[in-house]
């Protein structure tokens, strides 16, 4: 039987959270831990138009026996409507052009699609030993699919065999509270013998595009807040649901 749990976590940010300080999301499911926090820069925004920002969001999986967590395996992520993403003139990286490669070697060839960078971390359970893995993240701009678009994000480890991993993770347009979703299952480690432990990216890019400055994402602030709203299943059947809200500042 699935276990299921439906939880908003409201993190709204005050004077102190200006000035830099943060509480991060603590959810626990039986023996289960799950940590999260996010933000972005800068956050005094414009009110009604679109000023460009960098988002940067981290998570942890643990459990409280420091037994292998389970796997996960599918994530479900909503951005709020006053944000926004711009692809115009962004060069494109195919999955295809990437997917035998290393960390370093699919920096190279899409090194101008990329738009986030970060960090893997997990655990491979293998003939009763425990093996630590880990691999930068990038996460560069994918083709479209249809009227939706695509972020590919790539990773690799070395334990026990090199193994490189591309998603293809669509992004598309939403109306209402949330105006982005992106759904999408994450690759089994080391054929199912690995778990998945932690993840940080950085998510922003800016450049130039026909004369003009431009921005991956960008945002702003009609009504003080900003959220996300996340859901992640694992493979033992637990479902954890959640929301994140930051505050903001209209000028």
């Known amino acids: 039987m699935k276990r299921w749990l439906t939880i908003g976590v409201i993190l709204v940010a005050c004077a102190a959270l200006a000035g830099g300080m943060a509480n ?17 820069e800068p956050r ?7 000023a460009p920002i960098r988002f940067q969001g981290h998570g ?12 996960l395996r599918h994530v479900k992520l909503e951005f709020d409507r006053d944000g926004r993403l711009s692809t115009a ?10 997917q035998t490669t290393t960390s370093k070697q699919a920096r190279n060839r899409c090194r101008g699609a990329i738009v986030g960078t970060g960090h893997l971390r997990g655990i491979v359970s293998l003939a009763g030993a425990r093996l630590k893995i880990e691999s930068p993240l990038t996460l560069f701009n994918g083709p479209r699919e249809g009227r939706n678009w ?39 480690i080391a054929g199912g013998l690995g778990a998945l432990t932690h993840i940080d990216a950085k998510i922003g ?32 059947g637990t479902v954890v649901y959640g929301s994140l809200f930051r505050g903001c500042t209209g000028r």
């Open 24 to 40: 991060a999301a603590y959810i626990r499911i039986g023996n289960l831990v799950l940590r999260a926090d996010g933000g972005f």
């Open 44 to 50: 005094v925004l414009p009110k009604r138009r679109y």
């Open 60 to 71: 942890d999986i643990r459990t409280t026996d420091r037994s292998v967590p389970p796997a």
């Open 89 to 98: 003139g962004l060069p494109v990286c195919p999955p295809s052009r990437i």
């Open 150 to 188: 695509t972020v590919i994000a790539h990773a690799q480890t070395t334990v026990p065999i090199f193994e490189g991993y591309v998603v293809v993770i669509p992004v598309e347009r939403r109306h209402g509270t949330y105006g982005y979703r992106s759904s999408f299952d994450v690759p089994k």
């Open 205 to 236: 890019r800016r450049y130039r595009f026909r004369g003009t400055k431009r921005s991956y994402v960008s945002a702003r602030c009609s009504d003080g807040i900003l959220q996300t709203q996340g859901y992640l299943s694992f493979d033992d």
